[in-house]
T-cell receptor, first 116, second 111 residues
């Protein structure tokens, strides 16, 4: 089946630095990639939707200048957390749309970001 | 009203028992509905889709009630390995094709 490879799985960074998270679709072309954030004991919250070759669409309350999304190819989407702060510590997961229906979304394995 | 609401639990259920979760959604135009399972610190994995006619997959039964805007998941003969968080997911089609997750219901199966 469709696989999304997400890296890194875990990262610890200093406050003020930037962190890049990559999601690659391994055996299919992901025209749309969704980026989620999950705080402890909370649900997955959609941050933004990225479409290959165009600007990402951010959800309300998500700072586009802080969470930079690049979807330059059909197999790679990246999320860069710029000037990270401890409150950005979270579990970030990408999801690619394989088909038209929700059951065709496949998830990356997630990145646990800890900002110290 | 939140888009997708679930009882967060935790549900502590003895092994072998039957347990049921409900989930309500606010957007009457929602098109597709799913239950995902998420283990601690892992990505969510699709458990099953939910159809209007109801569907069953082994010990799991999912049902949709469009009139009342809720979906349900029933787990029979629960196993220790069923311990996880179960996420109700709604696909809002139309102008924005995005999937909305509930906060999840935590299930602990007790030996």
């Amino acid at each position: 089946g469709a696989v999304v490879s997400q890296h890194p799985s875990r990262v610890i960074c200093k406050s003020g630095t930037s962190v890049k998270i990559e999601c690659r679709s391994l055996d299919f072309q992901a025209t749309t990639m969704f980026w989620y954030r999950q705080f402890p004991k909370q649900s997955l919250m959609l941050m933004a939707t990225s479409n290959e070759g165009s600007k990402a669409t951010y959800e309300q309350g998500v700072e586009k200048d802080k969470f930079l999304i690049n979807h330059a190819s059909l197999t790679l989407s990246t999320l860069t957390v710029t000037s990270a702060h401890p409150e950005d510590s979270s579990f970030y997961i990408c999801s690619a749309s394989v088909g038209r229906w929700g059951s065709d979304y496949t998830f990356g394995s997630g990145t646990r970001l800890t900002v110290v | 009203r939140k888009e997708v609401e679930q009882d967060p639990g935790p549900f502590n259920v003895p092994e072998g028992a039957t347990v049921a979760f409900n989930c309500t959604y606010s957007n009457s135009a929602s098109q597709s509905f799913f239950w995902y399972r998420q283990d601690c610190r892992k990505e969510p994995k699709l458990l099953m889709s939910v159809y209007s006619s109801g569907n069953e997959d082994g010990r799991f039964t999912a049902q949709l009630n469009r009139a009342s805007q809720y979906i349900s998941l029933l787990i029979r003969d629960s196993k220790l390995s069923d311990s996880a968080t179960y996420l109700c997911v709604v696909n809002e089609r139309g102008r924005d094709d995005k999937i909305i997750f509930g906060k999840g219901t935590r299930l602990h199966i007790l030996p």
